[in-house]
């Protein structure tokens, strides 16, 4: 009985520190390593819009006259490919109406 009354009072004493986190430690922690997950991510579109915003100003003209020149320059890529193909369509027309006159 005395032994059981002895344990009752005495209290042990430790130097080690604390092995488990508190609930609360534990939330915060995560809220972290959320909140650093995040951030990379939002850091990253950001990173990605500038270089799309960098590319768009790139390709578009600064002046009116560069928006004139760069239309000008593919229309006239766009005539210079329909001529060639018509005369395509004009050789081939020819050689077929060739071999049909060769067969008669």
């Known amino acids: 009985m005395f ?3 002895l344990l009752r009072q ?3 004493f430790s ?3 604390i092995a488990r ?3 609360v430690e534990t939330v ?4 972290k390593v959320v909140d650093r997950t995040i951030s990379d ?3 990253k579109g950001i990173e990605k819009g500038e270089q799309a915003a960098a590319a768009v100003k790139e390709a578009v003209p600064e002046t ?3 928006a004139k020149g760069q239309a000008n320059e ?3 890529q766009a005539k210079g490919k329909a001529n060639e193909l018509a005369g395509e369509a004009k050789g081939k027309a020819h050689e077929l109406k060739g071999e049909a006159n060769a067969k008669l």
């Not at 915060?28 to 809220?31: H, T």
Request: net charge positive.
């Open 3 to 5: 032994r059981q009354q």
């Open 10 to 12: 005495v209290r042990l």
């Open 15 to 17: 130097t080690t520190p």
């Open 21 to 23: 986190k508190s609930p």
């Open 28 to 31: 915060k922690d995560a809220a």
């Open 41 to 43: 991510v939002a850091v």
């Open 64 to 66: 009116k006259g560069q």
């Open 74 to 76: 593919v229309a006239g």
